[in-house]
C-alpha cells in the first residue's frame, strides 16, 4: 500500500519574510529565500490502515447505592490509590440501624416463643399446627434482619477492586438517590484499547488477534479481546477492544491509533496532523511540496481523531506536505530536509 504523504517529525527552519497570501508577483517570489522544511505524512504501512482508539483500563467500576440517603463521609480523594475492600463513601444509616435493633428485638422475642413451643411439643401439649406457624414467623423475622443488614451494608461504599479514584461525583452533605453515580474506580494493571471499526476494517480481525498500536510516539502491541462490528444501528459500526500486551503503564485516557490488517488506507481518506496545519481567517489548508517551492492547499476537513483530522478535499496521493509549516509563504523555494522518518 503506498502511504499518503511520507512522515516525519521535524521542525521547520524558516528564514524568510513573516508576510503571507496565495499570490504575488514573480519578483517577489524570486526574492523569497529558500529554507529548510521537514514533511509529514500519514498513512499506515504496506497492509493496513489506522484506525482512532482510546486506552482505558479493562477493569473500571461507577460505584453508586441502591439506597437513598445522605452522603456522611468521603474518604477518599481523586487520584488516590486504593486496596480491595477500602471503605470510600460511608452514608447515613440511622434509621436502618433504627429498623435493625427493631427486627432483632422481635427477631429474638419470636425465638424464644418457638422455645416454648418446641417444649410444649415435646410434653404434647401444643399441636403440629402451632409449631409450624411458629416457625414460619421466626424465618420471617430471619428474613427481615438479613435484608436490613444488606440495606446497611449498601450504605457502605467499599472499593472491589484495587485502584485509582478517576473522579468524585459527591461530596459530604449531599443526598443521593439509588443508581445515582458516587465515584468511578479505574482498577490498576491491565489497559484496553477500546476503538470504533466498520465490517470492513474488522474483516481481517478475530479475537486472539495481535495488531500493532501507538500512543503518543510510542509504538506497542496489543491482543484484540472483544470484537463486535456492525453494532450501531446509525453508524454501522461496532466496538473493538484490544488488550495492551506492551509496553505497560501508559497514560489512561490517550488517544492512540491501531493498524488494522488487511485495510487499503486510501478507503478512509487522508489525514494530516494538526502540527501541519495553516490557518487563514476562516480557511484551513497545508502546505504542499511541488517542483521545490511550498504551494498552499485550502482543505476541507472533517472530524478530528486525537491529533489527526482527515481530510475531505484538497489533497492527492502521494503529494507531500510540510510538517510545521511557521511563517511559509506560498511559493518561496524550499528544500526537504534530509532527516525524514519513514511511515509509522
Known sequence: MKS???????????????????????????????????????????????????????????????????VKRVLV?????????????????????????????????????????????????STLSELEQVEAQVAQAQAGVSSLKANIAYTQIRAPFAGVVQS????????????????ELVGDGEQELVATVSEAEAKGLKTGSRVAFEIEGIQ?????????????????????????????GLRQGSFARILVPGVKAAAQGFSVPRSALVQRGELTGVFVAKDGRAELRWLSLGEAEGAYLPVRSGLKEGEKVIDH???????????????VSRGK
Request: glycine share 12%.
Open 4 to 70: 499518503a504523504f511520507v512522515l516525519a517529525g521535524l521542525s521547520v527552519a524558516l528564514l524568510g519574510n513573516l508576510a503571507c497570501g496565495s499570490k504575488r508577483d514573480s519578483r517577489v517570489e524570486k526574492e523569497l529565500p529558500r529554507v529548510a522544511v521537514s514533511l509529514v505524512a500519514d498513512g499506515a504501512p504496506e497492509g493496513g490502515a489506522w484506525v482512532a482508539a482510546t486506552l482505558q483500563s479493562s477493569r473500571t467500576a461507577m460505584m453508586s447505592t441502591r439506597m437513598a440517603a445522605q
Open 77 to 125: 480523594q481523586e487520584g488516590q490509590r486504593v486496596a480491595p475492600g477500602t471503605l470510600l463513601i460511608a452514608l447515613g444509616d440511622e434509621d436502618l440501624q433504627g429498623q435493625l435493633k427493631a427486627a432483632e428485638t422481635g427477631l429474638a422475642t419470636i425465638e424464644a416463643h418457638h422455645r416454648r413451643i418446641q417444649a410444649l411439643q415435646a410434653q404434647k401439649a
Open 168 to 183: 468524585r461525583k459527591v461530596n459530604e452533605g449531599d443526598f443521593v438517590g439509588p443508581g445515582m453515580p458516587l465515584l
Open 220 to 248: 506497542g502491541e496489543a491482543q484484540v479481546t472483544g470484537l463486535a462490528p456492525g453494532g450501531d444501528p446509525t453508524s454501522h459500526k461496532g466496538t473493538l477492544r484490544a488488550k495492551v500486551l506492551k509496553p505497560k
Open 325 to 339: 509549516p511557521g511563517a511559509l509563504l506560498d511559493g518561496q523555494p524550499i528544500e526537504i530536509s534530509s532527516g
